[in-house]
């Protein structure tokens, strides 16, 4: 005798479990979103003035949607300083070692020269001196994003027999990412003038050389 009751042996059917209300879903336009008006607030306001609020109305969403992912303007900014570090430079390929520092070399120029940019790195450094964990993600940031660039090029250049092997990888990331930052974020000077940024490759691969 067939019957429609579920057979002993079969588990009763569980219940069809519902998302809590209210449950935050984070939507990654509106991460971005955000990560964007970090940057934008930033280079407006500098570090010190920049708040939570600010930021939501910059991005267009309200102050929750800031919570509901970083707990902090502190925690906002390291993380958003510690992704530059995953994005970091395209490494060159050009086939030469004057043509690889070249062609970096105008890409860091351009980027270092952009408004934001140039509003936010030196705010950042000043905060740094007096914010230990700041100070920590930035160098890591700036750090990475530059050594691995470095490295790729030199090893590039140790491939092509255009440098010996085992060049000193400290010294050979000061020599190559060292003066364009000196220019640009130190001293802030404005754009290089024609021909400097070749004669600075030609130089830097010359020292490198003789590493």
């Known amino acids: 005798m067939t019957t429609n009751a579920a057979s002993a042996d079969e588990p009763p059917a569980r219940p069809r479990r519902r998302a809590p209300a209210g449950a935050a879903v984070l939507r990654e336009d509106v991460t971005e979103a955000i990560r964007t008006a970090v940057f934008e ?15 939501a109305r910059r991005a267009g969403v309200g102050k929750t949607a800031v919570y509901r992912r970083w707990r902090s303007k502190l925690h906002l900014v390291l993380d958003v300083v510690s992704a530059m570090a995953v994005t970091g430079f395209p ?17 860091t120029s351009r980027a270092l020269r952009h408004p934001v940019a140039s509003q936010i790195i030196p705010d950042l450094q000043a905060e740094a001196a007096r914010n230990p964990d700041l100070a920590q993600a930035f160098q890591k940031a700036l750090r990475d994003g ?31 990412s060292g003066p364009l930052y000196w220019r640009s974020v130190v001293i802030r000077a404005p754009k290089p003038p024609k021909g400097y940024l070749e004669k600075l490759a030609r130089a830097t691969a010359a020292a490198l050389r003789a590493l």
Not at 154 to 166: D, F, T, Y
């Open 146 to 176: 530059q050594e691995g660039v470095a490295s790729r090029i030199v090893a590039a250049a140790e491939q092509r027999g255009e440098l010996r092997a085992g060049a000193d990888p400290e010294l050979a990331l000061d020599l190559i």
């Open 41 to 55: 607030e930033l280079a407006a306001v500098g570090y010190a003035r920049m708040s939570i609020e600010g930021i």
């Open 91 to 107: 490494v060159p390929d050009t086939g030469s070692l004057e043509g690889d520092l070249r062609l970096l070399y105008e890409v």
